[in-house]
């Protein structure tokens, strides 16, 4: 059961069983890294997302055909003010923006915490749901964590599974929570996975007999999860709180595991009563001199530690029984009482099922469990947190929370007096911003932080400039820097906000498609991704074209014996895949809005195209 030792890359999750496609997905995090969005349309586009040392390839135009096959399909819900400050650009940021909406808790004083995965895949053979309930956030993080994935078909009956009624209603919640309404077309989608799942029978795991769905903080769903009899309970939390330990060990007898510093901040008291209490051995804790997550970033509260335990788990042994209950809720009051979690609990037998605490930690004959990776806590493993510091985090996270929740929009205007477009940050014109003991900048994601602005002047004067940029640096994702205290002392949080963005260029899209394309090279290669077949789609690499003959002329493109082997994949499609030539016709539309965009159509291009679409057109006739 949960075995440490049994790995799952992230995407792998995601990731479309054989003879289905993705229809629609929705996510839910807490924390949200834009690098890492990116690369999660390639899981859904069965595609190959690690290159030759194993690392999470994001090959523009692998990333470009991903997008535009999957943006406006998923729905991302995180919490606002979450999301973080990228450190690097990508021109496809602007697919992520109608993805992503900012939400909060019911409860002002909590916050949105669920990290799930809700994913409608269609086939031959029906519609198959899968269901992901994760203690990972959607960023680069190394952490230690959990993810179960269930999978069931849409049944064909009218009434629902009544288990499955707190999953449907905890979907159909989601846009009620966010600051702007997802479009009707989302809406409507999110609609239909929402009565849906309710129909949908979910294999379990392996030795489990029963599901409960427990989505937590929502209106009318204060019921707490953890109120079966017990005899004894495991409770693994990175975060905890004296209060919320102190009604667990009124249940069972209890093992907790945690983090040094978590377990620092609890009365010595309290910890005296639990049977034995472990932290992760710093053996078990990956280290990695190459990664990149963090390099060059300012430290984000609370996203600061990308490495060691991070899973949430409630272990329960119940006579013949155990449960378990995953998900995003740690041991605190909080995760309980004002924020919005979501827990699955499995429960099964025992010996049969070869679940339960001793199962889980290895203590069963056999072995190899959690228990290898712990190790007994010791009190005064770690400095307690300086006073001062913890009073400027509590500065910087009260400025966060003003700022994701105050009425900002983005305004572009045509610039006067150069060429390109002048962007203005405005706020409400009745609205006071006072973000506390703090101070902020800000400038969009598309910039360096030379070209910042004083959030005071936004404050005072109702609206900053960004003066003279580019169509690819127009950008609904601002970032925004803010800093308490000084000297060793001072603690900087940099996060951005999704912000309404108004009067950009129609063909905005169409320029970052040009820019990402770049040459006629690469428009053929993707177009070769758009006519493969899924199981050959991985082929399509940056070296394909150069293998096949097709290398680039003097010119900079592909000459015509690029052009002719495409011709035979487009006769193909015709007959065979009749969706890939309307895709095909999508793209050549849109690089035909922009001068620059037709340009990187190759030479000989028209005369191949003419008559194969001609052909898409009288098929489309003849069906009337």
């Not at 929705?26 to 290159?51: I, R, Y």
């Amino acid at each position: 059961m949960l075995n440490p030792r049994s790995r799952h890359v992230y995407l792998e999750a995601l990731k479309a069983p054989g003879g289905f496609a993705l229809d629609h997905a929705v996510g839910t995090t807490f924390s949200l890294d834009l690098q890492t969005l990116l690369a999660v349309p390639l899981g859904f586009a069965v595609l190959d997302w690690e290159n030759a040392k194993g690392e999470l390839s994001l090959d523009p135009v692998t990333l470009l055909h991903a997008l535009r096959r999957c943006a406006d399909r998923v729905t991302i819900f995180c919490q606002e003010g979450r999301i973080a400050a990228p450190t690097k650009h990508h021109p496809l940021f602007a697919h992520l923006e109608p993805m992503i909406a900012e939400v909060h808790a019911p409860d002002e004083s909590g916050i949105f915490h669920a990290k799930t995965w809700l994913l409608r895949f269609t086939g031959d053979e029906g519609v198959l749901y899968r269901f992901v309930c994760l203690s990972r956030n959607l960023t680069r993080d190394r952490s230690w964590d959990t993810v179960l994935a269930l999978d069931g078909v849409l049944a064909g009956r009218e009434r629902a599974f009544s288990r499955n009624h707190p999953l449907g209603e905890f979907i159909a919640a989601l846009p009620s929570l966010a600051r702007r309404e997802p479009t009707p077309a989302r809406r409507e989608a999110l609609a239909v996975l929402a009565d849906e799942v309710r129909r949908v029978k979910f294999e379990l795991p392996e030795g489990f007999e029963e599901v409960t769905f427990w989505p937590v903080g929502l209106l009318g769903t204060r019921k707490f999860p953890l109120n079966d009899r017990m005899d004894r309970l495991l409770v693994v939390s990175p975060f905890v709180s004296d209060g919320f330990l102190r009604r667990l060990l009124e249940l069972a007898p209890t093992t907790l595991v945690s983090r040094p510093e978590s377990l620092e901040e609890v009365a010595p008291e309290v910890l005296k009563r639990f049977a034995a209490v472990h932290v992760l051995d710093d053996e078990a804790v990956e280290e990695d001199a190459d990664d990149e997550s963090t390099e060059g970033a300012v430290e984000n509260l609370g996203q600061a530690d990308v490495r060691g335990q991070h899973a949430k788990l409630f272990v329960a042994d119940q006579g013949w029984y155990a449960s378990v209950w995953t998900g995003s809720a740690n041991a605190t009051e909080a995760a309980f009482e004002k924020n919005v979690e979501f827990l699955v609990q499995l429960r099964g037998k025992k010996k049969r099922g070869n679940v339960g605490i001793d199962a889980f930690l290895g203590d069963d004959e056999n072995g190899g469990g959690f228990r290898d990776l712990l190790r007994p806590f010791q009190v005064g493993e770690r400095k307690a947190a300086d006073p001062g510091v913890k009073e400027n985090e509590e500065r910087v996270e009260t400025a966060r929370r003003r700022l994701a929740r105050a009425t900002f929009r983005l305004r572009v205007e045509t610039s006067r007096e150069r060429s390109g477009y002048d962007m203005a940050l405005c706020l409400a014109g009745t609205e006071h911003l006072d973000i506390g003991e703090a101070q902020a900048r800000c400038w969009p994601v598309t910039l360096n932080p030379s070209f910042a602005r004083d959030v005071a002047v936004v404050a005072r004067e109702g609206s900053v400039q960004f003066p003279n940029l580019t169509v690819h640096a127009l950008t609904s994702f601002v970032t925004f820097e803010v800093a308490a205290g000084d000297g060793p002392k001072r603690v900087v949080a940099r996060f951005a906000l999704n912000l309404p963005l108004d009067g950009v260029p129609e063909d905005r899209l169409e320029q970052v498609l040009n820019a990402v394309l770049g040459d006629r090279e690469r428009l053929l290669r993707y177009l070769l991704f758009l006519l493969a077949r899924d199981d050959d789609v991985a082929a399509v690499g940056p070296g394909l074209l150069a293998e096949n003959g097709g290398a680039a002329t003097g010119g900079g493109g592909p000459d015509l014996g690029a052009v002719l082997p495409l011709f035979e994949e487009l006769v193909r499609a015709v007959a065979r895949s009749p969706e890939k030539i309307d895709a095909v016709g999508r793209l050549v539309g849109d690089l035909r809005k922009t001068p620059e965009g037709a340009a990187l159509l190759p030479e000989g291009f028209e005369e191949v195209w003419k008559p194969v679409w001609a052909a898409r057109l009288a098929r489309k006739e003849a069906r009337r």
